[in-house]
C-alpha cells in the first residue's frame, strides 16, 4: 500500500479542514511547496493535492501553489478540487500533475471521465466522497441520492485508474476511517481503491492492511501534521 500525504491547499496555505469544512480550517503551512518537499525528503513516493478553494468554485484557483509544489518536487502528485473541464484536466497534465482526481463530474457529467480516461490512461482517478454511503459533490456542500459503491462500478470499463473514497464525517476528525465500508467498496469494484479520511494513527493504517481488501493506499493529513502518526513508521506498516 502507497501512503499518500495529503496537502489541503485554502489561500495558498496548506490547511486542514474539519469534517470538510472552509470555516473550520487549521493552517499548517504558509508554504506547500516546502510541506511537499519535506514528505519527498522524508520518503514518500507520491503527493495527494487538493484545491479546496477550488472545488467551491469548480476551477482552479490555487493554481500557483499547485505550480510551486510542482516546481520544489520530483515524486509523482495527484489533484483534486474544482476539475470539471476536458481542457483543464489537458492543462494540469501538461504542467506536470500524474494524476487527475475527478469527483463532482464523475455525478453530473460521468461522459467527461470516461472520455478523460479515455484520452489520457492511467492519470484519471475518481474522488467519491460520501456521507451515509451517498456521495457529496461541489465540496462536499451538495448531498446526492447516489451509491458509492453503484457509480465506482459504473465507471469499472472506462480505464479509471483509482478511486479515492473519502468519508466524509471522518475527514480531518482524527476519529479512524470508516474501515468497513473503505474495504467493502474496494471488494465490490475491480478498480484500485485509496483510502482517505480519518486516518489517524498508525493502528489505523494496520486496520485498512488487516482487511485484506485489495487497497492501493491510503492518504493522511491532520495526522502527519500534528505527529499523531510518524511517517517513517507509517511508510514501513504500509510496506511491509
Not at 68 to 80: D, H, N, Y
Not at 107 to 112: A, H, K, S
Not at 151 to 161: I, M, P, Q, T
Request: net charge negative; charged share 20%.
Amino acid at each position: 500500500m502507497i501512503l499518500y500525504p495529503a496537502i489541503d491547499l485554502k489561500d495558498g496555505q496548506a490547511v486542514r479542514l474539519y469534517k470538510g469544512d472552509m470555516d473550520q480550517a487549521t493552517v499548517f503551512s504558509d508554504s506547500p511547496a516546502a510541506q511537499a518537499r519535506a514528505f519527498q525528503d522524508a520518503g514518500c513516493e507520491w503527493l495527494h493535492l487538493v484545491d479546496l478553494n477550488g472545488a467551491f468554485a469548480g476551477q482552479p484557483v490555487n493554481a500557483a501553489a499547485v505550480d510551486a509544489i510542482l516546481a520544489e518536487t520530483s515524486v509523482p502528485a495527484q489533484l483534486g478540487g474544482g476539475i470539471r473541464e476536458m481542457a483543464t484536466i489537458e492543462m494540469w497534465l501538461t504542467k506536470g500533475i500524474a494524476r487527475i482526481i475527478l469527483g463532482t463530474v464523475a455525478v453530473e457529467d460521468p461522459d467527461l471521465v470516461r472520455a478523460a480516461a479515455k484520452a489520457f490512461p492511467g492519470q484519471v482517478a475518481v474522488g467519491l466522497d460520501a456521507r451515509n454511503g451517498r456521495v457529496a459533490t461541489r465540496g462536499w456542500a451538495e448531498d446526492t441520492d447516489v451509491m458509492v459503491t453503484d457509480l465506482a462500478k459504473s465507471f469499472e470499463d472506462a480505464g479509471v485508474s483509482a478511486i479515492i473514497y473519502t468519508d466524509i464525517d471522518r475527514d480531518g476528525a482524527m476519529q479512524g476511517p470508516n474501515v468497513d465500508a473503505t474495504a467493502a467498496l474496494a471488494q465490490a469494484t475491480s478498480i484500485p481503491v485509496i483510502a482517505s479520511g480519518g486516518v489517524s494513527s498508525l493502528e489505523d493504517l494496520r486496520a485498512l492492511k488487516a482487511t485484506g481488501a485489495p487497497l492501493n493506499g491510503a492518504i493522511s493529513g491532520r495526522a502527519l501534521y500534528d505527529g499523531a502518526i510518524d511517517l517513517a513508521e507509517a511508510l514501513a506498516v504500509l510496506k511491509s
